[in-house]
């Protein structure tokens, strides 16, 4: 009665309490348990369907028939979740496709910025919630079917028959031509003796033995419930997933965990209960979840935040940030981050921490510590080490450094690194490696080590009694590190090589050969055959270098460049040669240009073409700009007379327009260009500059106002500006020229309207006019620098006094007036503030003392000089 009074009442609700139930069947007067039965007469169902239909929306049917209709008074009340209101469900409704809103961005986990990640949370990265039937897997044979469910039903043998149907809200399946059988609470373990027992009424061959018709139950899809997850997750609130959900597909249903929530305590609350405690870390690591539970229609999946925060980096096998509970250490986290690396250095362990107030002994400025553990002392102690919220791990990597290793080059067999212990000595090791090839130098070979300052040392030792005494004094013992060299006569023997330089586009050595001539060598290494080469060389001169027997130094043989390519003149190389070309530039200027700057489109430096007139760099210059003066230009050519006055001689020529543009094939004008020859196009006068001001502030129209004529003072401006507005200081406004303030006396211009006071203004003038400020600024040598308010007609010295007057090393008062204008304020004046104005005193200058000793060493050298003087005076009287 309970399940068809909560149908009837209720047909696309799916989550419901006892309390609604009970309101539900008192507003239609079903309070005996006879009504109860007579309903359930009524829906084809008995009492163990009502049972097993209750029982799948979470309530006890026979202790709701207990409570409510025995008339049994009940103690205890239902308790509702009252964080929550309960969600429902609609059956007929498909579940909505959430693969988009899942797989939408919500948040990033980005790395630290020391490079490591928050561990476990990009297992949400890759969503399987996308697809939602990789969510149902095996169906477990406990599974309880109801509403919503979608099951298909195929017979075959004698009769062949196949549908696929819903569950309706009454539990029951409607079969086309056979009728409708209640099937919601049914395992799905029993699902198909059910059915069979209910189809054979129409199928008789299904009880036969051996059966003639056979039959196959399954479900095709799965009913959606409504769950919460809150917390930490990145799309919290109510989420639709099918009844055979657990918690782990939850989690991927709602996007996923952020970082700041917990990995290690998700909990699962059913009916205002904790009914499980999921550790991720377990899936993560050892891929199992023992307390993964199937979810239930109001089930709330709630995800703290983390409880700490602790990072391990260096030689672990996954470097990362984790997080442990509360009886976890250092041991649990190097497993949680895969073990130690083989190259881990476990005497020395770093771990950075954030110091705890009780552990703060005395003041400090410093909020961090570090501890060095030693991690083989603490697994040989069993100690796990404890571990607080902000520590950082690090594990260093063993030194590269190989302790019992020697090494051994050149002309052996096997030459590479070795065991100190298998080859103590010299000899040994030279056994080791196979022996010595053909053509080694017998004479010596060379040991390298380092002594105790680590700088490298080398010893020579004799190859032929090494080999030939084992106990010579060169068969010396090895030592960790040591490195020996073994030379073979190739390398000795000093190859013979030619070289060509100069004038080429790089330097050439090459081996030396018989018969190789002087012109094989410039034929190979030259681009002779270039005709822009060729004219750049220098053939009248060239140098062969060559060493003579007894000497020390090259000797030079020049040679006509011309006569060899001409095969005049050759000869054949010696070893050790050397050929140097050179270019024409040691005597002439070959890279010829002119310089072009002023009104043109590209001005720079242009190559001087042969017959190049100031027409043709003008159109290489890309042509006038729109302010260019195109009647003529300036032209500056370099005229040294030796005396080091004149350098330059510049004159001005016409510019033929009609050569320039084409319509004559040659230029009337005879001058021609020369090496570094300067052309200065003009700007047409005035054009070149800005010939904008600025007036800002109270005005009618602030802005940018371009000047009209050269002539244009500041009222024309202002007038064009349409004049001041009522709010404007005119004893306040400040006019900039250059970026400095210029002083000026707007009162007699503007108020006063002095004409003479009327100023010219220049290109990129700023002028401001300011509204009343209403204050004072007092600054320098007074007891308070301050910012008063200023008061009509109050002068300097109130002023002074409202800031403590002037100190002991202040000296000389200074007004400055908003203007701009600047006056010292004498002992017997006290002139009036204006508004904006600043009052400034200095200080004393500091006064040297005077030097004594310099004083007295001065007079001394005064006094000798009068007594010198006066001694030659009564020289030449007595003369």
């Known amino acids: 009665m309970l399940v068809a009074i909560m149908l009837f009442v209720s047909p696309f609700v799916y989550g419901q309490t006892e309390a609604d139930v009970k309101r539900e069947m008192d507003k239609r007067g079903i309070t005996t348990y006879e009504q109860v039965q007579e309903e359930l007469r009524k829906r084809g169902m008995t009492e163990a369907d009502a049972r097993r239909q209750a029982r799948l929306y979470g309530l006890d049917y026979d202790a709701y028939v207990q409570k409510y209709l025995v008339k049994e008074e009940a103690t205890d009340t239902l308790k509702s979740l009252q964080s929550l209101t309960v969600d429902t469900t609609q059956y007929l409704q498909e579940i909505p496709d959430i693969a988009e809103e899942v797989a939408a961005p919500v948040e990033v986990d980005a790395p ?18 996308a697809n939602q039937q990789a969510l149902v897997g095996n169906i477990d044979p406990g599974y309880l079917i109801g509403p919503g469910d979608e099951l298909r039903v195929y017979l075959w043998g004698e009769a062949e028959f196949q549908f696929e149907g819903k569950v309706d809200i009454n539990g029951n399946l409607f079969i086309p031509n056979v009728g409708q059988v209640f099937v919601s609470g049914t395992t799905y373990e029993n699902l198909n003796l059910r059915m069979k027992q209910y189809l054979s009424r129409f199928y008789s061959g299904l009880n036969k033995t051996p059966p003639k018709i056979f039959l196959d139950v399954s479900l095709t899809k799965l009913r959606p419930i409504r769950i919460v997850v809150m917390g930490e997750s990145k799309n919290p609130g109510s989420q639709m997933i099918n009844a055979f959900a657990t918690t782990l597909n939850s989690l991927y249903a709602s996007g996923g965990v952020k970082t700041s929530g917990s990995l290690r305590e998700i909990k699962v609350f059913r009916n205002n209960k904790i009914i499980s405690t999921i550790d991720l870390y377990d899936y993560i690591i050892k891929g199992s979840v023992s307390e993964d539970l199937r979810l239930m229609n109001n089930d709330v999946v709630f995800i703290p935040t983390r ?39 476990k005497q020395t362990v770093t771990v950075k921490r954030i110091r705890s107030v009780n552990s703060i002994t005395s003041p400090s400025a410093f909020d961090r510590e570090i501890i060095t553990l030693n991690y083989n002392e603490l697994l040989e102690n069993g100690t796990n080490f404890k571990l607080q919220d902000g520590d950082e791990i690090e594990f260093g990597r063993v030194l590269d450094k190989i302790d019992n290793m020697v090494t051994i080059a050149g002309s052996v067999f096997r030459p590479g690194d070795y065991q100190l212990e298998q080859v103590p000595t010299v000899g040994q090791l030279l056994t080791k490696t196979g022996g010595l090839r053909p053509r080694t130098y017998l004479d010596k070979i060379d040991l390298y080590r380092r002594d105790r300052n680590g700088d490298l040392k080398f010893q020579s030792l004799s190859l032929v009694d090494i080999m030939n005494n084992p106990s010579s004094d060169d068969n010396i013992r090895l030592q960790p590190d040591d490195s020996l060299k073994v030379y073979s006569l190739d390398e000795l023997k000093t190859e013979d090589l030619v070289t060509i330089e100069g004038f080429l586009s790089e330097p050439k050595t090459i081996l030396w050969r018989e018969n190789l001539s002087l012109y094989d060598l410039i034929f190979m290494s030259a681009n002779v055959e270039d005709l822009e080469y060729q004219n750049r060389i220098l053939t009248s001169r060239a140098d062969l270098l060559r060493y003579e027997a007894g000497e020390t130094e090259y000797k030079v043989i020049p040679f006509n460049l011309d006569e060899v390519l001409d095969k005049k003149f ?12 050179y270019s024409r530039e040691i005597n002439e200027v070959l890279d010829t240009y002119v310089t072009i700057r002023g009104a043109v489109k590209n001005p720079g430096r242009y190559v001087l073409n042969d017959s190049m007139s100031i027409e043709d760099v003008i159109l290489q210059a890309g042509g006038f700009l729109r302010k260019s003066f195109k009647d003529s230009v300036t032209i500056s050519r370099e005229n040294f007379d030796f005396t080091g006055n004149k350098i330059a001689h510049t004159t001005r020529l016409n510019t033929d327009m009609n050569y320039l543009l084409g319509y004559e094939a ?14 200065s196009v003009d700007y047409i006068p005035g054009s070149s500059e800005q010939r904008e001001v600025v ?9 940018t106002y371009f000047l009209e004529s ?19 200081y005119v004893p306040g406004g400040r006019f900039y020229r250059n970026n400095q303030q210029l002083a000026f006396p707007f009162e007699e211009l503007l108020l006063s309207n002095n004409d003479k006071a009327d100023i010219i203004l220049q290109p990129n003038d700023s002028i401001y006019f300011p509204e009343s400020t209403y204050t004072v600024k007092v600054e320098g040598e007074v007891a308070n620098p301050s910012l008063q308010k200023f008061v009509e007609s109050v002068r ?13 090393n202040g000296r000389r008062i200074y007004l400055t007036q908003p203007n701009g204008f600047t006056r010292r304020v004498k002992w017997l004046q006290n002139p009036v503030v204006l508004d904006g104005a600043v009052v400034t005193v200095a200080a004393k200058p500091v006064k040297e003392r005077p030097n004594n000793g310099e004083f007295l060493k001065d007079f001394g050298t005064i006094m000798a000089i009068i007594s010198s003087t006066m001694l030659s005076i009564a020289v030449i009287k007595d003369l």
């Open 112 to 129: 630290k910025s020391d490079g490591l990640k928050y561990f476990g949370y990009d297992l949400f990265t890759n969503n399987p919630y």
């Open 570 to 581: 050759n000869a054949l190389l010696r070893p050790r040669d050397k050929v140097i070309l």
């Open 695 to 703: 007036l800002v502030g109270e005005v009618k129209y602030p802005g």
């Open 710 to 728: 050269k002539g244009e003072k500041l009222s024309d401006i202002i007038e064009r500006a349409g004049g001041l507005s009522p709010n404007v």
């Open 796 to 808: 300097v010295r109130s002023y002074l006094k409202n800031s403590g007057g002037r100190t002991k």
């Open 666 to 679: 040659k230029s009337e004008s005879t001058f021609l260009l020369q090496h570094n020859d300067f052309i």
């Open 307 to 345: 409880m700490n925060t602790i990072s391990i980096s260096g030689e672990v096998n996954t470097p990362g940030i984790f997080e442990l509970k509360a009886n976890e250490g250092l041991t649990d986290l190097i497993g949680f981050a895969g073990g130690l690396k083989p190259t881990a250095y």
